[in-house]
T-cell receptor, first 115, second 110 residues
Framework: GAGVSQTPSNKVTEKGKYVELRCDPI?????LYWYRQSLGQGPEFLIY????????DSGLPNDRFFAVRPEGSVSTLKIQRTERGDSAVYLC?????????????FGEGSRLTVL | GQQLNQSPQSMFIQEGEDVSMNCTSS?????WLWYKQEPGEGPVLLIA???AGELTSNGRLTAQFGITRKDSFLNISASIPSDVGIYFC??????????WGAGTKLIIKP
């Protein structure tokens, strides 16, 4: 399809395990964002890529969270030593313009459950 | 940190009714946006507002960027069943961070 694609759609893991979540943005979109959404809340910013570089990672909660976008397209969010508090829906969004309009196209999200 | 206060938290309405929801902030925003999220989906942009005082429509939806730049409202006229979902306001701050409200859940009474 032509939209933002995220995999897996659901991931259940045990506390302490390592998790990778993948995002395939809309073709041609240079800006890519990761957000985290808890039940009953709006999305919470994690990290923003412009091309291959992380232009703003100020939202990453701690050093267990890391994200890469090596070729400026697909991005992977990596969570080490998962904790129960990491359970949430992780949303990826992309945009055709550099940061500044707020007009984002979101994927369906990856629901992470840490037992 | 910055917060957006979005109200009401939820609304039960009859089909055909008009709906109004709003968002206020303690900080000034340069852009206000309204998104809608349905279960199992990511948010979808409805309306973007770039100028204080701006009033913009998208079909049955109308949104306004408050003159103080600290608030915005969204109106939906003649609601229909497919309007159900969660409506989020979001403000773009001076660091180009999108700050989100907690959402207004719209439920249509059967």
């Amino acid at each position: 399809g032509a939209g933002v694609s995220q995999t897996p759609s659901n991931k259940v893991t045990e506390k302490g395990k390592y998790v990778e979540l993948r995002c395939d943005p809309i073709s041609g979109h240079t800006a890519l964002y990761w957000y985290r959404q808890s039940l009953g809340q709006g999305p919470e910013f994690l990290i923003y890529f412009q091309g291959t570089g992380a232009a703003d990672d100020s939202g990453l909660p701690n050093d267990r969270f890391f994200a890469v976008r090596p070729e400026g397209s697909v991005s992977t969010l990596k969570i080490q030593r998962t904790e129960r508090g990491d359970s949430a829906v992780y949303l990826c969004a992309s945009s055709y313009s550099v940061r500044g309009t707020g007009e984002l196209f979101f994927g369906e999200g990856s629901r992470l459950t840490v037992l | 940190g910055q917060q957006l206060n979005q109200s009401p938290q939820s609304m039960f309405i009859q089909e055909g009714e008009d709906v109004s929801m709003n968002c206020t902030s303690s900080s000034i925003f340069n852009t206000w946006l309204w998104y809608k999220q349905e279960p199992g989906e990511g948010p979808v942009l409805l309306i973007a507002l770039y100028k204080a005082g701006e009033l913009t429509s998208n079909g049955r939806l109308t949104a306004q960027f408050g003159i103080t730049r600290k608030d915005s409202f969204l109106n939906i006229s003649a609601s229909i069943p497919s309007d159900v979902g969660i409506y989020f306001c979001a403000g773009l701050d001076s660091n180009y961070q999108l700050i989100w409200g907690a959402g207004t859940k719209l439920i249509i009474k059967p």
